[in-house]
Each structure stands twice: as C-alpha cells, then as structure tokens.
C-alpha cells in the first residue's frame, strides 16, 4: 500500500480548497450577472413580478392595468350566480328558495319576482304589526330611485347581476347620477343601498331611526380602518383586536 508523504497531502488539500472556492465564485458571478437560468414572469401567475406595473398587468408584456384593458368582445359565460350581495339574503322567503334561487341560471328567475313582492311587502306589514298601525299605512313606499315594489322586485330576482358598463363608472350605487349596478367597488356598501332602496322611501331616510322609526337603512357595519387603495386580489394584514 502506497502512502502520501505529508507535503503531498497538504498540497491535495490546497488544490481541493482553491477548486472548491472557486466553483462558488463562478456560480455567484453568474447569478450576479443574470446568468443564472430564471423562470420568465407571466401574466396569469398571480404575483407582481418582472415590470409588472400591478399583479399581472402592465410592463414590456402584460396588458395595461385598469378598466381599459378588459376585452368585452366574445362571448361569456356565466360563473357566478348571485351577482348582487343582497338580493336572496333579503328577498328569499325561506332557505328552500333561496337555495333554488342559487342554483337557476339569472336569465330564468322570474318566478321569483312574485315572491320577492310578497317578502317586500311583509317585511313592511310586520313593522306596522309593531308599531300598532294599519298594514295599509306602512306598505313599501316607492325608492329613492322611483321603484315600485313590482319593478324592485323584478329587478332583483330576474336580473341579479352586475352588469358591465365598459364606458361607464363602476359603482354599486352613485347617488348624483342614480346610476346603479354597474359593478361594485371594494369600498361600497352594498348591503346598505339595498336596505335604503328596500325602506328609505322615496327620499332614502323613511326608516332611518329618526322620528320615532326604527333603523332600518344600515346594518351599522362601516369599513373600519381597510385601506382600499390596495390592488386586487384585496390582501389586507389582519385587524389586530
């Protein structure tokens, strides 16, 4: 059996160390210097990357952020049946038919538009009940908007979707212009504008809690401290309470 002296073998060991630190300052250099083999940013990922001016939109590749960039040419497809927060939670007369309310296609609902008067006009005639009225005195008063109960009613069974409107604002409500339903903010309060346009009457404040009535316009949650401002998806750091 052979031996290595002790020289050779201290030299074997340099030649190992060099050839190894080496090796790490190539792979760092190459790295640094963008040789390093990278996945290409795409505009489907989910994540901000690349130039990406948004999450996967704007920059040298991605399409332009903001409302100008949506294609409405084509043909879509339904993906979500109820289309406006509200509508079956207040209108559905019993869970049997707001789960068939769920499941039928938006273009088919006017089966419900009768129901829905009736649960419109209830809701009424149980407040009068309280408050020790004739029914007649407290049926559903025309909204804000000139709804009738028939014409609320339709509106919210036979056409609970937000429509879009490519040359229009996206609001949910916009009290200057009345404008209604052309999508919805993060920031607006939907469920408050369907309570106002179910009891707010024809100037929005019947049953506001004042003049004796009872409150009846909001469900007293507001937005708290969330910053809206935030791009989609709306990922928000948890309320510390």
């Known amino acids: 059996m052979k031996y290595i002296n002790k020289k050779a073998k201290r030299i074997l060991i340099l ?3 060099l050839f190894t630190s080496i090796i790490f300052v190539q792979c760092a250099d190459d790295y640094d ?12 990922d989910g994540i901000k990357n690349g130039d990406e001016e948004g999450i996967d939109c704007g920059g040298s590749f991605c399409p332009p952020c903001g409302e100008e960039s949506i294609d409405f040419s084509g043909v879509f497809v339904q ?14 007369a019993s869970d049997l038919l707001k789960d068939i309310f769920n499941t039928t296609e938006v273009s088919n609902r006017e089966e419900f538009q ?4 009736e649960t419109l006009e209830g809701y009424h005639n149980i407040y009068a009940v309280a408050m020790e009225l004739p029914e007649e005195e407290l049926n559903y008063e025309t909204n804000i908007l000139n709804w009738d109960a028939n014409t609320f009613a339709k509106i919210m069974a036979r056409f609970d ?6 040359n229009g604002p996206t609001t949910y409500y916009d009290a200057n212009t009345n404008m209604v339903f052309t999508g919805r903010k993060l920031s607006d309060d939907s469920i408050d504008i369907t309570l106002m346009l179910m009891f707010g009457g024809t100037d929005g404040t019947r049953f506001d809690g004042n003049n004796g009535t009872p409150q009846l316009t909001t469900d007293a949650v507001d937005s708290g401290n969330r910053d809206f401002s935030l791009p989609f998806p709306y990922l928000e750091e948890p309320l510390n309470e």
């Open 114 to 117: 009768t129901s829905f008067v």
């Open 79 to 92: 993906k979500d049946i109820a289309g406006r927060p509200g509508a079956n939670i207040f209108f559905g």
């Open 161 to 166: 979707a937000l429509q879009v409107a490519p």
């Open 33 to 44: 210097n963008g040789n390093a083999i990278v996945p290409d940013p795409t505009c489907d």
């Open 15 to 17: 030649f190992i160390l």
